[in-house]
């Protein structure tokens, strides 16, 4: 669905450049839940921002269908992520004074799917709670709400930064195996950045990095087929 090629990231802090992602490539597939695992300060959100559209890379291609979005005009990358991109962060980010169901449907709404809001929240299984306010909920159906708020719209690339480090393992749990559920059942590409490596026990596809390159690609029966230092 996307490929990643020999994508390289600098920032400048002062006189001092910083390599972020130091040429990485890689494949994300449609109906696979993937994570990039590394730890802090491994250029994990980094790779996330550049497939979301939400930075351009120093140098090399992400292409979508064939086309490369890093080199897309600002219009045409606000349309990519308005049509195709959801976004799960660790923090809800919900409207205080909205219910769940307005929290959803004000977001679906800007890409005219708004009729979405009530099948999204069933979906996580919050049929019962979508009159409820934020400050009623529990951490774990916040991020819920999050959720179905991300794939109300149906996006074909689902992008979570630490979804679940706000919440108890258990719950954590639950989020994930919400995630991978979504992303099979809607054959959808799922990229969950973390730097838990249990999460890794149930992913189809692992990315791991280390200091802004890959070091391990493993497949989605989670053998390792590539070990490489970019």
């Known amino acids: ?18 390599a972020a992602l130091g040429g990485v490539s890689a494949e994300i597939r449609a109906g696979e839940f993937t994570v990039i695992l590394g730890p802090s300060g491994s250029g994990k959100s980094t790779m996330l921002n550049m497939l979301g559209g ?13 086309e490369d979005i890093s080199g897309f005009s600002e219009k045409k990358l606000t349309d990519y992520r308005r049509k195709n ?9 919900l409207v205080e004074n909205l219910t769940a169901y307005e929290n959803v449907a004000i977001a679906a709404d800007l890409n005219g799917k708004a009729d979405k809001a ?21 951490g774990g159906e916040m991020q819920r709400v999050a959720i179905a708020r991300a794939v109300a719209k149906s996006p074909r690339l689902l ?4 979804p679940t480090g706000a919440l108890d393992v258990a719950t954590g749990d639950m989020i994930f195996g919400l995630l991978k559920k979504y992303s099979h059942n809607k054959d959808a590409a799922v990229v969950v950045v973390t730097h838990n490596p249990e999460v890794a026990k149930i992913a189809d596809h692992v990315i791991r990095l280390c200091d802004g390159k890959i070091v391990a690609d493993e497949s989605p ?6 070990a490489r230092a970019v």
């Open 1 to 18: 669905m996307i490929s990643i090629r020999n994508i390289v990231k600098k920032y400048r802090s002062g006189s001092e450049e910083i």
């Open 54 to 66: 939400m930075d351009r890379p120093t140098s090399g291609e992400i292409l979508l269908c064939g």
């Open 85 to 93: 991109v959801g976004f799960v962060f660790q923090f809800y980010n």
């Open 118 to 138: 009530a099948e999204a929240l069933r979906d996580v299984g919050l049929e019962k709670r979508m009159k409820s306010f934020p400050s009623q909920l529990s």
């Open 159 to 162: 992008l979570c930064d630490e």
């Open 221 to 226: 029966c989670l053998h390792l087929i590539e």
